[in-house]
């Protein structure tokens, strides 16, 4: 089993519309849950951190956590084509001690104008 | 905004080479890292560094890997004896505290012929 799962897409969605990218993971030890967006060559950039279970929203983006399913989600409304991008979910153990992030493949969003 | 600076953002060696990567983090950020992107993959951990000794590595970071920070600013990452397979993005990525956000470089853009 995958530590970090994404569906790899593309999801295409038109502009203004809602686009939910999801994502799970299978350490039960997981605290710090994050979300990247990565243009093609370029750098993952952060976007959204959640720690707990609920829903945290950041202007157009929001993060939704579910520890007892061991699922996060990020909702982008009004979606713009500079959203197309990849859609990295990150997620960091540190109870013994682990400092690393471990990412999921990513899933690909197209918006289309 | 502070952000995290790499160099060089690409680099081409010859097989057997040593090259050192070089990055200078967010000034008052504590914890370093490196990971690296294989073209079309995910993105994956390589170490952590923190007090000026590592903190974890992952199973790639071998004996031919090796970080320091040579003069308290920079973070450099060497690789003694560079294979093929290393070929891949290096990011470097500095966090305040290991319960924060981590904040990615640009990237070194590493190619082994």
């Known amino acids: 089993q995958k530590e970090v799962e994404q569906n790899s897409g593309p999801l295409s969605v038109p502009e203004g519309a809602i686009a939910s990218l999801n994502c799970t993971y299978s350490?039960?030890?997981?605290?710090?849950f994050f979300w990247y967006r990565q243009y093609s060559g370029k750098s993952p950039e952060l976007i959204m951190s959640?720690?707990?279970?609920g829903d945290k929203e950041d202007g157009r983006f929001t993060a939704q956590l579910n520890k007892a399913s061991q699922y996060v989600s990020l909702l982008i409304r009004d979606s713009q084509p500079s959203d197309s991008a990849t859609y990295l979910c990150?997620?960091?153990?540190?109870?013994?001690?682990?400092?690393?992030?471990?990412f999921g493949t990513g899933t690909r969003l197209l918006v289309s104008p | 905004e502070p952000e995290v600076t790499q160099t060089p953002s690409h680099q081409v060696t010859q097989m057997g080479q040593e090259v050192i990567l070089r990055c200078v983090p967010i000034?008052?950020?504590?914890?370093f890292y490196w990971y690296r992107q294989i073209l079309g993959q995910k993105v994956e951990f390589l170490v952590s560094?923190?007090?000026?000794?590592?903190?974890?590595k992952s199973e790639i970071f071998d004996d031919q890997f090796s970080v320091e920070r040579p003069d308290g600013s920079n973070f450099t990452l060497k690789i003694r004896s560079t294979k093929l397979e290393d070929s891949a993005m290096y990011f470097c990525a500095t966090t305040q505290g290991i319960h924060n956000e981590q904040y990615f470089g640009p990237g070194t853009r590493l190619t082994v012929t």
């Open positions: 990150a997620v960091n153990r540190l109870n013994t001690g682990f400092q690393k992030l471990v």
């Open positions: 000034s008052n950020h504590l914890y």
């Open positions: 959640i720690y707990s279970n």
């Open positions: 560094f923190y007090n000026n000794e590592i903190s974890e």
């Open positions: 350490d039960r030890g997981s605290q710090s």
